[in-house]
């Protein structure tokens, strides 16, 4: 129910209330229930007509004379779940109500209230009804502020930590956005311990398991919701509530009090408006260039049908149709370093090498759709005439785009001076197309990554998605080559490149999310690490063992615990691989 009901122990509070002498006589660990109205009766068979939440008020003139009669009475009050029962003295009952009646309550933990004084019931309803009705109204301001302030983030475009911080602050609970591996994207502790709030936080996600889209977990005292657009769902972003964390234990009888409503509105309004600002990219690029991105992105995101792409890039002079088309993307080798010279500049640096890239392709008298793609990136898809002219056009843009942005940079790399942000650590004397120049690995170094070439626009996303992933992996290969294509990627570099891929992450929970979930519950055992050693061995069980440092009947018993967790025959050649993939792709997941 939700927390904007007043409780019974607000309730006796009251002025009204106070005048009778309240004096709670049984279920004392109950007054912290919520009170969703106020009900006066004077028939034994009303719970039939109460839906749970009410506050009984009776003198008594109508309950059954015989013991069981009462017994019967507190029970049909308790399984409906009224908050309480507050019983007037004086007119049925004079120096206490029956202690049959106190038994039964406090045996089902219902709050059993005694007014010593007589008191009108009309000022108790009264006063409890105006209290319900002005925390509604709170409430109903509190959601339109909530409304307010995400209709202004998402006009903003504000990025994700900002949408995070909004909600908690809004809140004043503890917010986490994580993906679908349960790693953390963001968060904001709302003042709490951050420490404390993300210690262990894989194993602790995985045992919030809420009942629906967005819901509230009461075993874990989280409210959780599914980000994503358009069908996609990347993340879940949650909400602690209580905010000290602290909720019933699995032996209390007393169920946990859910969030009020204008919070599962609030996570709900934030998981939106992160989904659209992972959909919304601003650019202040000129027209031309941003008919470019749009066309670009939209081979990409599948945003716009081909056939329209097509017909605008023609428009602009690229012509995709009939056409071998290769996807390229170009990114600096190293971040720009955070805090060190705030986003603007990497805006600037971003935009420096996209107009380097623009320039090269004009060197190299190429023709290609060309713009940044994200924050990091610059892409191009090239359409050639000749599907044999793919190396040769590569490696004359590589060669231009080097010459240009040293140029651009010093002039000359051997001059001793301030080396600015965009120059390339290179020599500057002009290489042969093709040959390999060293490059450096400081802030100012690019890599040139190639996707597979295509022989229509429909195929095109594929080229582009493979150069973006060659292009993310590659950052990690520390050979210096003048273009990365496919072959000079490993399964482990792909897999770090798409640890932020939904479809990759899911792979990943349904070959091992039971094991996960197992090891969670049990840390010591370390069952995922007994399969990475069995699989690293070759599937050799002795060697296995050996590596383990297990003897091997504890190492074959760990084996068959793991097969019978995850359903699936260790002995089984192409099982054993799916999972040796799946461990692979957790580590590139949980790599920072």
Known sequence: MSAVFPTVREVLALGPVRHGAPRTVAGDAGLDRPVRWVHVAEVPDIATLLGGGELVLTTGIGLPGDDAGLRAFIGDLADVGVSGLVVELGRRYVSGVPRVMVAAAERRGLPLVELRRATPFVRITEAVHALIVDAQLTELRATEEIHQRFNDLSVEGADAAEVIRQAAELSGCPVVLENLSRQVLGYDPAGESAERLL???????????????????????????????????????????????????????????????????????????????????????????????????????????????????????VVLDRRHLVGVMVRHRAEDPAGESGPEAAQARLRDLSEAVGQALREAKLTALTSAVDDNSVGVLLALTDPAAEDRALSAFAGALRRVRLDAGTGRASSGGDVPRSAVAIDPSPAPVGVDVPRGGGPGAVIVAAGSGVGTPREARRSLVEARQIAEAARRDPRDLPIFRLPHVGLAGLLHLLRDEPRLQTFVERELGALLEYDARHPRERLLDTLRTYLEQGRNKSAGAAAAHLSRPAFYERLARIARILDVDLDSVEASLSLHVALLALEAVRAP
């Open 199 to 317: 210690d262990g936080w894989e194993q602790h996600s995985r045992r919030i398991r809420p009942a629906g889209r967005t819901a509230y977990d009461p075993d874990s005292g989280w409210l959780v919701t599914v980000v994503g657009a358009r069908g996609q769902d990347w993340g879940r972003l949650l909400l602690r509530w209580p905010a000290s964390g602290d909720v019933p234990s699995a032996q209390s009888s007393e169920p946990a009090a859910g969030p009020p409503t204008r919070l599962t509105i609030l996570i709900e309004r934030a998981a939106s408006t992160l989904a659209l600002g992972r959909l919304i990219r601003r650019d202040a690029e000129g027209l031309e260039r941003q008919i470019h991105r749009t066309l670009l992105t939209a081979l990409l995101d599948h945003s716009r049908p081909v056939d329209e792409v097509a017909l605008r890039a023609k428009a602009l002079g």
